[in-house]
């Protein structure tokens, strides 16, 4: 593990010392300075990036030519590009730095070569997305309710 492994810790659920070993084999460290972008709408989707340090910010076209939505800001300890794993479609929102970032990336392919080797790993990894994901559509429904 590098340097921040116990931010890297952090960014998985129910992860022993032993499984972050085996796990952080199959990531690629990234570091991404702000006003970097990841990735544009349209671009293939391929990997799914965890925060270990830093914000993104993630962005939706809108029927207006030129025109974004920032649908989200992710921080440390959250994922981004989620769906890159889940299905080969073209990412449909863009992701831009907004601070210096340190990411861990997992590529698909990654993916599927882990759950391949590791099926009780990746179950755990699986598990631990799921989990941020869950937390981050709360926070969502949270501030649309305040909405109205």
């Known amino acids: 593990m590098h340097a921040v492994g ?8 129910n992860m022993t010392e032993s499984d972050l070993f ?16 990841l990735w544009h709408s349209g671009d293939s989707s391929d990997y799914v990036a965890f925060i270990v340090s830093g914000k993104l910010q993630v962005k939706k076209d ?20 989620e769906l890159g ?9 863009s992701a831009v730095a907004i601070e210096d970032s340190v990411l861990v990336c997992l590529s698909r ?3 599927e070569t882990l759950i391949d080797q590791h099926p009780e790993l ?3 990894l699986l598990k631990s997305m799921f989990l941020a994901v869950s937390v981050r559509l709360k926070k969502s429904f949270d501030r649309l309710a305040a909405i109205f």
């Open 6 to 13: 116990h931010e890297i810790a952090d960014l998985f659920y």
């Open 22 to 37: 085996e796990l952080m084999q199959f990531f690629e460290y990234r570091q991404v300075p702000s006003g970097e972008t």
């Open 62 to 81: 809108t029927e207006f030519k030129g025109k974004q939505v920032v649908v989200g800001i992710y921080s440390t300890g959250t994922i981004v590009g």
């Open 85 to 93: 794993l889940m299905e080969n479609e073209p990412r449909s929102v």
């Open 109 to 111: 392919e990654n993916f």
């Open 122 to 124: 990746g179950v755990k």
